[in-house]
Every structure is written in C-alpha cells, then in structure tokens.
C-alpha cells in the first residue's frame, strides 16, 4: 500500500513540475471537454507532499519504520487517511467517484477503471492495518 501511495505522490510531484504525460486524463472534464479543475502547481506539490506523508505514516504503523510521532497521530492517522480516500471514491456525484454522473469523460473512464477501485483499496486497507494492530 505505502509503494502505491509513493508511486501516485510521484505522479504528483511530476505534474508540480510541469509533466504533461497523461495530463488530460488526471483532471475531470465536462461532457464538452472543459476542465473542473485547473490544479497549478503548488496544489499538486500539496497533495505530492500530503500523499507521500501518507506513505510514510502507513510504514510507521506497520512497524517497517521507526518515527516518533505525537500520541494523537499514532492513534487517528490511519482512520483519517482511509476516510479521505473512502471519501475520494464515494466522490462529488458530478465528475468523481464511482456515483459519478459524468462517465464518458476520458477521466470519468479512467477514474471507473482505476482511480476509484484504487482508492477503495487503499482505504480498506488502511481500515485492515489499523484493526489488526
């Protein structure tokens, strides 16, 4: 789980550095092809840093790294990050998440396809790391 959220944190820092690669299918569009959303660069580089802290946090808790964290973190972080990625895949019933209206968007397929399952798992994954701690 922690090399999927470092590889989509990547994926991130790319796009804060001006990658184009897939760029058209990252971003919800309208039916006519207008983006939603138009991320600039310091949003990607927040949700890089955000995903990769993640990443991080989930090593922490599974025991693979050793990282002294205040009590309250220790304590909550999974459960918040599993609910911001169950949130994710719940979407905004418009452009995101699998009760999405707009579906036939090159992003509406690909979030169907990949990005909603993906973010499924790795909220139900977290859910399972924290219950069998």
Known sequence: MSIIILLISILHFYCGFGGKWKKNEAVPTTEPGTKVLKPGRFACFVVAIGLLSFAIFALIRANILSISLPYWIS???????????????????????????????????????????????????????EVLK
């Open 75 to 129: 304590v909550s972080g999974l459960w918040i990050i599993a609910a911001i990625f169950l949130l994710r895949t719940i979407g905004d019933f418009k452009y995101v998440g699998f009760f999405k209206k707009i579906k036939q968007t090159a992003f509406g397929r690909n979030d169907s396809k990949f990005y909603s399952p993906l973010c499924l798992a790795i909220g139900i994954l977290c859910i399972f790391l």
